[in-house]
């Protein structure tokens, strides 16, 4: 696995790259995006889909803020694009964004992660489960 240093806050999240796999590691939170489902491991407070025309929005709201891990020395980067997927970090006064745009294999399109929540958007004709484990949650995509 490739691993990146991605700003967030006054630290940074530590993003891993895997062959069908990414790994967004938090100091208090782990997220795993995989083609065809999204883990969650801890602080899940809830989720809701919002529906448009052409678009699924769905929302997973965080329990405790995501915080950044702050163990690390190295300069942290705003964004990290490859061939693959394009990642982006984004500080406004009301608190830190990271979008990702992920490889057309992934049965969803793009990924908004705020401090406490995140927005998966999807296809209107994709169908979506979920999974509650103890404080997580998967989302799966069919």
Not at 17 to 39: C, H, K, M, Q, V
Request: charged content about 25%.
């Amino acid at each position: 696995m490739i691993t990146k240093y991605l700003q967030w806050g006054d630290g940074y999240a530590e993003f891993k790259l895997g062959d069908s796999e990414y790994l967004l590691l938090f100091a208090n939170n782990t997220i795993l995006f995989r083609p065809r489902s999204i883990f969650v491991e801890k602080n899940v407070a809830g989720n809701k889909t919002v529906y448009s025309k052409k678009k699924r929005y769905v929302y997973v709201i965080f329990s405790k803020h995501l915080l950044p891990n702050s163990d690390f020395v190295k300069k942290a980067v705003d964004e990290y694009i490859d061939y693959q997927i394009e990642v982006r970090y984004t500080r406004l006064k009301y608190g830190n964004y990271l979008t990702i745009n992920l490889p057309g294999a992934y049965l969803y399109d793009h990924v908004i992660l705020t401090d406490d929540q995140m927005c998966i958007v999807i296809s209107v004709k994709r169908n979506v489960y979920f999974e509650r484990t103890d404080d997580g949650l998967t989302i799966y995509l069919v």
